[in-house]
């Protein structure tokens, strides 16, 4: 099960990477502030990657302690992971040159519920009811 939850982390931190891509492209042409200096391409792929793998860890311990539970259980860690993890945007110090710093968290902030929406979309074609 192991495998399939690292397999299932990496393509859902893909997928997360790529809309988020997509939304920061989206976003900088629809507000008309560029960003990319600050929250760089391969550093939004990487951490997407990242957050999904912590995740496919924390099913998989989870897992071995709750078994049928389980499931419950991780997406109310993974949201309130989630969440928690905006808080810091709020305090981030952007470079003094950088054009309508207000818009930052309009970018930034939608980003970090994009690894919990590639895991709870691509989840069942990984994990069956039965494991």
Not at 24 to 53: E, H, R, T
Not at 81 to 108: H, I, R, T, Y
Not at 109 to 127: G, N, R, S
Request: a positive charge; one cysteine or more.
């Amino acid at each position: 099960m192991l495998k399939r939850l690292l397999l299932l982390g990496v393509v859902s931190g893909i997928l997360a990477g790529i809309v988020a891509l997509i939304y920061q492209k989206v976003y900088s042409s629809s507000v008309g502030a560029d960003f990319s200096n600050i929250a760089k391409p391969i550093g939004i792929v990487i951490s997407n990657i990242v957050g999904c793998l912590i995740a496919a860890l924390g099913y998989w311990i989870l897992n071995k302690l709750l078994k049928a539970k389980t499931e419950i259980v991780f997406n109310f860690i993974f949201m309130i992971l989630s969440f928690a993890s905006m808080l810091p945007v709020f305090a981030a110090k952007l470079p003094l040159d950088v054009n309508a710093p207000e818009l930052f968290p309009g970018l930034v902030i939608p980003m970090h519920f994009f690894p919990a929406l590639a895991w709870f979309t691509l989840e069942p074609l990984f994990i069956k009811n039965s494991d």
